[in-house]
């Protein structure tokens, strides 16, 4: 073989494997932005989003000295891990509340007793409910954001057809619910044409269950309670309430059909008599079809209290942040009274200006949220939107959660499976339940280890 | 004439790897493999590596967070205790034993319409084509759009013949056959390589065929058929395999992001438990097990394949 060829084919080798290494070390560098000075704040899952959002992030911007890298999208599970992975992580992450506590246990968040003691962030100004969702084994690991209070959305053109009163469709006498509910709702030729009560199942599940007086999971996080007597009759009555129309698959086929978010939504067309409903559907409904005639009712458990299923978003700071400190601050900048105040009032004049309703925000900061109620918000005019605002204030300190779980995630689908499980009609509340208590407390048991 | 029978032994690996060693004082053996290397290294790093990992952790309980252990067969004896690895295999099966047949003849029966559509051919076999192109996460929502069992296309069609049409999308038993129909959608594929394999086929067969008197159903079965075995055999092991790892439109349809209320256990593929198990509980070294039983599953299925295919496909040239 010529000198020349195995020279040549050499330096191809060469350079293939140069090309190797070089593209290795290219993806594992740092990005950009990881260039720039260091006292650069990472943030992720966050985003530029709508005014509430923008008006708060610039604030906390320039809380932390105005160098912030803050890219578009949401929290996604497999982009952190590989931040995880490669320990290129964040310094600060907003992500579902419920999903914290499972990383928290896992070591990937940091606890912040440190940041709250050292820029003194006053804790009481938070729900205590919220805080509890996102405390893990006695510590702190994330601050609070948005709330979801769920109240009841009843359409009175439908009511009043159905010949029944408001009244009837209170959460507290399910006999009566039932009544009405079947009352309310239409079919026509094996179709449903109209719901009566949507129970909202799977997803507030543990709503019912609350109502019946039970928890799905220990205060601690590690005992599931999913086949309690009380937690197999809410499943049992939420599913009899989908059951009225024929079955799961007439009712949410019909429910696929709504136009949710438009000015044909399904209380404009009286295709719902009443659901229980998170809180930013009024500003939905106010906006689209401010002319329907709703009455926003509490969720009342079976003696009569009010109970509200709340849920949300947070920030934690994961473990090998560069800057903890600047997170610390973004973090208590970003949930402060005077961020929320600010930014409610950027929302209200914005709303203003294209003569659509200001319907509050609605935040894992009490003090804020009351606040806005009394120094921004105002009457639209609209008793049934005004209503359902005052009772979405008011009804904050009946707000539970899910408690922080190791196994957080597992512990959802255990329960989500089983209530798809009785919707699909092959189980009985009874056998799906107990199978998921079977799947959550092994979850649990394992990741509590 | 005496045969001329091999009289010599076969060569040992010894006097193979010398004989192979010898081929590189040739030049142009350099100048091969130096072509090949850049496939060597991406195969390397991208397949064999990965896989390689993927076969140690799953002896493992990595979870990218937390420190990882040695469990030795723990995750392989956990998944055959696990009553949702059966129920997904058993899927992934099911969707695979519907779907494959039903892929491989509409796809031979558009290809042979378009064999015989002429000068338009072009024109239909771009419009068959298209679907293809469709992003699998688009289709996965026009599939709950069309299927949709109040006002669904699909039930109103079956309305016109007097078919009351099932409620595809949230009744376990139709959950599965739904998806198959919808998977046909994008059957513009394996169109294309029948449509080839056919104009392959010498005219001068059917020619002779019909001279001996074979009509049409005769010519197709024992003249088209054999000619395009080999093109029927490599997509029924192309699609086998896409059908058993099926994972987007059964994600996107019934698990992604928002879609907590279409969930359905009738739709828990093997691809999307085993992502539940990787990315949303973080069981890696489980789902890294979960993977390899797949591998497994598809290995002994390519293998009876193939060994069922040695007698009906037909290659030409071979003895």
């Known amino acids: ?449 | 004439m005496a045969s001329i029978a091999p009289t010599a032994q076969k060569p040992g690996p010894l006097t193979r790897a010398r004989f192979w060693a010898s081929g590189f004082k040739e030049r142009d053996t350099w100048v091969a493999y130096g072509f090949l290397l850049p496939w060597f290294i991406g195969f390397t790093v991208f397949i064999a590596g990965p896989m390689i990992a993927s076969l140690v952790l799953s002896f493992t309980d990595y979870s990218v967070i937390q420190a990882t252990n040695w469990v030795g067969t723990q995750n392989y004896h956990d998944l055959i205790h696990d009553p949702k690895v059966s129920k997904a295999m058993m899927n992934s099966l099911v969707f695979t034993l519907m779907s494959v047949p039903l892929e491989i003849v509409t796809a031979l029966v558009l290809a042979l319409v378009l064999l015989r559509v002429g000068r338009m051919a072009g024109f239909f076999r771009t419009i068959f084509y298209l679907p293809k192109m469709t992003p699998p996460v688009a289709v996965a929502i026009l599939y709950l759009l069309l299927f949709n069992g109040s006002v669904g296309i699909v039930n109103r069609v079956l309305g016109w013949v007097g078919i009351t049409g099932p409620f595809w999308t949230t009744d376990p038993t139709w959950v599965k056959p739904g998806l198959v129909l919808m998977s046909s959608w994008a059957v513009g594929g394996t169109m294309v390589i029948y449509l080839a394999a056919l104009r392959g086929v010498p005219q001068h067969l059917y020619e002779a065929a019909a001279m001996d008197g074979a009509g049409a159903w005769r010519r197709f079965r024992d003249v088209t058929l054999p000619m395009i075995s080999p093109a029927l055999f490599f997509t029924f092991i192309i699609l086998t395999i896409a059908g058993l790892t099926e994972f987007t439109k059964a994600y996107t349809a019934f698990f992604g992001a928002g879609t907590k209320t279409n969930e359905t256990e009738a739709a828990l593929f093997y691809a999307v438990y085993l992502f539940r198990q990787s990315f949303e509980f973080f069981h890696f070294g489980y789902a890294s097990s979960l993977a390899w039983l797949l591998f497994v599953v598809i290995l002994v299925i390519t293998f009876i394949q193939v060994r069922v295919s040695k007698r009906f496909v037909f290659y030409q040239g071979e003895r």
């Open chain 1, 1 to 449: 073989m010529h000198v020349r060829w195995k020279r040549l084919s050499l330096v191809a080798v060469a350079a293939c494997c140069l090309a190797v290494v070089a593209t290795s070390f290219a993806s594992a560098a740092p990005t950009s932005g990881a260039f720039a000075t260091a006292t650069q704040l990472e943030v992720y899952g966050f985003g530029p989003g709508d005014e509430i959002a923008n008006t708060r992030a610039d604030l906390a911007t320039a809380a932390v000295g105005g160098n912030v890298d803050n890219p578009r999208g949401g929290f996604n599970d497999q982009q952190f891990l590989a931040s995880l992975a490669s320990g290129d992580v964040p310094d600060v992450v907003y992500l579902d509340r419920a999903k914290v506590a499972e990383y928290a246990a896992k070591g990937a968040f940091q606890p912040l007793t440190q940041c709250v003691t050292g820029q003194k962030i006053d804790l009481k100004q938070y729900q205590a409910s919220t805080l509890k969702e996102i405390t893990y084994k006695g510590k702190l690991y994330g601050i609070p954001e948005f709330t979801n209070p769920r109240t009841v959305i009843v359409d009175n053109h439908v009511v009043a057809d159905a010949g029944l009163k408001v009244s009837d469709l209170s959460t507290k006498n399910w006999g009566r619910l039932a009544f009405a509910n079947r009352k309310m709702l239409q079919t026509s030729g094996g179709k449903v044409t109209r719901i009566g009560f949507d129970p909202k199942l799977p997803e507030f599940f543990p709503l019912w269950v609350k109502a019946n007086g039970a928890d799905i999971l220990s205060k601690n996080g590690l005992k599931a309670q999913l086949n309690t007597k009380k937690a197999v009759a809410a499943l049992t009555f939420a599913y009899s309430l989908i059951r009225a129309h024929g079955g799961w698959g007439p009712f949410k086929s019909f429910r696929d059909t709504w136009d949710f978010f438009g000015a044909g939504n399904q209380v404009a067309k009286d295709q719902i008599g009443a659901w229980p409903m998170e809180s930013f559907y009024y500003s939905t409904l106010a906006q689209n079809s401010p002319n329907v005639s709703i009455t926003a009712m509490p969720f009342l458990n079976r003696k009569g209290g009010a109970i509200d299923y709340i849920s949300g978003n947070a920030w934690a700071i994961p473990k090998g942040a560069k800057n903890p400190d600047l997170a610390c601050t973004w973090m208590k900048t970003m949930t402060s009274t005077a961020a929320w105040v600010k930014a409610a009032k950027v929302r209200f004049d914005a709303q203003k200006l294209k003569n659509r309703p200001f319907t509050g925000i609605y935040t894992a900061n009490v003090v804020a949220d009351r606040k806005v109620y009394e120094d921004v918000y105002q009457k639209m005019g609209n008793p049934q939107f005004d209503n359902a605002v005052s009772l979405l204030v008011n009804q904050r300190k009946y707000g539970f959660t899910i408690p922080a779980s190791p196994a957080g995630a597992e512990f959802q689908q255990a329960w989500m499976d089983a209530v798809n499980r009785v919707l699909a009609g092959s189980q009985t509340p009874k056998q799906a339940l107990d199978q998921a208590q079977k799947e959550a407390q092994t979850a649990i048991d394992k990741a509590a280890k």
